[in-house]
């Protein structure tokens, strides 16, 4: 058991909810494993307390991190001193250090979501992808469909001013075929889409949706893909309905596993225990 001390640095995980978040079994279990003074949190923040709640860590000094999820990745790059190329470009973080008194900020979701897939034998450049969202982890998605070469990359969202300062931004800054359209289009382009990524929050345990519904799914081409970042509960509802459709499914614990060792690295310089972080998470749903 993890000792608390009057030493103890503190890292953590920002978002609302987190109630979910396996965030804190992985990286305690990866502290554990390292033999390092520190411990992982969760911090429930509203999104209107976001600023009182950056500035009020700054001020406890045992603050070195904290990680970023649904609904804070874009509002808080506005109360960071820096971030990185990498999250610039995709205008959302989803780590953050301390270094003195500044806030530092990259974006470890891109290298995380990209590690399954690159496991796959895909001719990427004859694939289109259907991203569903379009907030910040969608940025992150996107980018990373860049660095796969997909052909076109379609994002949906419900809101028409959202989804243009998103096509906006990301065109700025990734040569891509971005494409956005609403989210009520997206019946048409699930037929086309070699690749369907869910990063809504639909589906999540406190949300126990599915942003596609049985019927929809049978739209999809047979070969494709179903990606879904949530990953509690697991298999989500669009998983499971993908899986009985007979589509290649993978959803969010690999991702998560794979950024949150970056992060990691990101705040303490050591390599990641993968395998024990790895563990700790399959332990935690009941798989083994």
Not at 29 to 41: C, K, N, R, S
Not at 97 to 105: P, T
Not at 152 to 181: P, Y
Not at 217 to 237: C, E, F, K, N, S
Request: aromatic residues 6%; proline residues 5%; negative net charge.
């Amino acid at each position: 058991m993890q000792q608390v001390r009057g030493t103890t640095k503190i890292l953590g995980v920002m978002g609302s909810p987190v109630t979910h978040s396996l965030s804190p079994v992985m990286h305690n279990a990866a502290i554990a494993a390292l033999g390092v003074d520190y411990i992982y949190v969760p911090l429930p923040v509203a999104i209107a307390d976001l600023a009182t709640a950056v500035n009020g860590l700054k001020a406890i000094e045992a603050v070195q991190g904290f990680n970023l999820t649904i609904p804070h990745k874009q509002e808080i790059i506005p109360w960071l001193d820096e971030i990185s190329d990498t999250a610039r470009a995709i205008g959302a973080v989803n780590t953050v250090k301390r270094e003195g008194d500044r806030w530092i900020g990259t974006n470890t979701d891109i290298a995380g979501f990209l590690v399954p897939l690159l496991k796959l034998e895909r001719n990427w450049q004859n694939t289109e992808a259907l991203v569903l969202g379009c907030g910040g982890a969608a940025k992150a998605v996107v980018a990373a469909c860049a660095q796969l070469g997909c052909a076109v990359v379609h994002v949906v969202g419900r809101d028409r001013a959202k989804l243009e300062c998103f096509q906006q931004e990301i065109s700025t800054h990734l040569n891509i075929d971005l494409r956005a359209r609403d989210w009520s289009d997206s019946i048409d382009l699930l037929g086309i889409a070699g690749i369907v990524i869910n990063t809504t929050p639909i589906g999540m345990a406190s949300n126990p949706d599915t942003p596609i519904s049985s019927t929809q799914m049978q739209l999809i081409p047979p070969g494709a893909i179903a990606y879904d970042l949530v990953y509690t509960p697991r298999p989500t509802q669009f998983l499971r309905l993908a899986a009985a459709r007979g589509l290649a499914t993978i959803d969010g614990l690999e991702m998560l596993l794979h950024q949150g060792a970056i992060a990691l690295e990101f705040w303490l310089g050591w390599q990641a225990p993968i395998e024990v972080m790895h563990q700790a998470l399959l332990d935690a749903i009941g798989l083994k």
